[in-house]
Structure formats: structure tokens, C-alpha cells
């Protein structure tokens, strides 16, 4: 079992950016890939990057450009670089193993795009 923990979210103006981290309870809980995951209000949980050993680098169509995942798998330990933001990303972001596993979620940390 490993829990993961999410910070640095925050309310910031359109334009502009911030960096989500994420630990996981567990350094010993070997992943081959992680993810972040964004729920905004009124819709469904969805990804919005990938981060592998094993396979490339994936984004959500909607955030290509303007987001960057890093980290060290082997830590298990995953950032998000977002860059540019638009009232459109505002949701609570989450991190979990890729594909997700439902008994992992952390609390997510709220973002929040507006002027």
C-alpha cells in the first residue's frame, strides 16, 4: 500500500504558472510509471501526464505546451511545471501510479485560474 501526497497548488492569474510536487509514502514501492490527474468541477477525474521508465513522456491534448512532468521514478517522486494557465485548468490535482490505482489517491491540491 503507498499514499501519495500532492503541494503547491495555489490561486493564480490567468498567464500564469506554478509547480505541483508529489511524494509518495513509500520509496520502496516500485512504480514503472506515474501521473498526474486533474478533477475540475462537475466532470470526471482525467489525466493529464505521464512520467515512465519505460515509455515516452505522455500530455493531455489540452495542456501540451504549457506543462511539464519530471521526477525520479525510482524515488517515486513526480513534479508538474505548468506554465500559462488558463481558467480552464482550474481543478485539484492529483498524483498516482499510471495506469491509476483507486487505493492510492492522496487529498490532490487545489488549483485555482482566475483573475
Known amino acids: 500500500q503507498v499514499q501519495f501526497a500532492e503541494s503547491g497548488g495555489g490561486l493564480v492569474q490567468p498567464g500564469g504558472s506554478l509547480r505541483l510536487s508529489c511524494a509518495a509514502s513509500?520509496?520502496?514501492?516500485?512504480?514503472?510509471?506515474m501521473g498526474w490527474y486533474r478533477e475540475a468541477p462537475g466532470k470526471q477525474r482525467e489525466m493529464v501526464a505521464v512520467?515512465?521508465?519505460?515509455?515516452?513522456?505522455t500530455y493531455a491534448d489540452s495542456v501540451k505546451g504549457r506543462f511539464t512532468i519530471s521526477g525520479d521514478i525510482t524515488k517515486n517522486t513526480v513534479y508538474l511545471q505548468l506554465n500559462n494557465l488558463k481558467p480552464e485548468d482550474t481543478a485539484v490535482y492529483y498524483c498516482n501510479r499510471h495506469p491509476p490505482n483507486s487505493r492510492f489517491w492522496g487529498q490532490g491540491t487545489q488549483v485555482t485560474v482566475s483573475s
Open positions: 513509500r520509496s520502496d514501492f516500485k512504480l514503472d510509471a
Open positions: 512520467i515512465s521508465n519505460k515509455w515516452p513522456t
